[in-house]
Nanobody
Framework: QVQLVESGGGLVQAGGSLRLSCAAS????????MGWFRQAPGKEREFVAT????????DYADSVKGRFTISRENAKNTVYLQMSSLKPEDTAVYYC?????????????????WGQGTQVAVSS
């Protein structure tokens, strides 16, 4: 089992920045590939970013490439999502996820453990 708790969401103006954190507990954090997803009202949950167990591989949705950066600190059991140049369309609940298969994935089905989410709202 892996427990995930996100933090760092909030309200920000367009063009601003936020850093989300996801603290993990349970099984060894460093054995999990991790991901960030988001879900806007009335829409399906969508992939944002993923990172491999040692942080050497990352992948991003096209909509956030060049603006968001995923990183992790295995010593702190934490994964981060640095978000810059935020746009109103980035408004959503952001979820942290851990892959039981330990493989970076870009689909919801690739993850077995989920946090409860943190709200990000970007005003125009």
């Amino acid at each position: 089992q892996v427990q995930l708790v996100e933090s760092g969401g909030g309200l920000v103006q367009a063009g601003g920045s936020l850093r989300l954190s996801c603290a993990a507990s349970g099984r060894t954090f460093s054995s999990n590939a991790m991901g960030w997803f988001r879900q806007a009202p009335g829409k399906e949950r969508e992939f944002v970013a993923t990172i491999s167990r040692n942080g050497g591989y990352t992948d991003y949705a096209d909509s956030v490439k060049g603006r968001f950066t995923i990183s992790r600190e295995n010593a702190k059991n934490t994964v981060y999502l640095q978000m810059s140049s935020l746009k109103p369309e980035d408004t959503a609940v952001y979820y942290c996820a851990a892959s039981a298969l330990n493989v970076p994935a870009t689909t919801v089905a690739g993850y077995s453990y989920w946090g409860q989410g943190t709200q990000v709202a970007v005003s125009s």
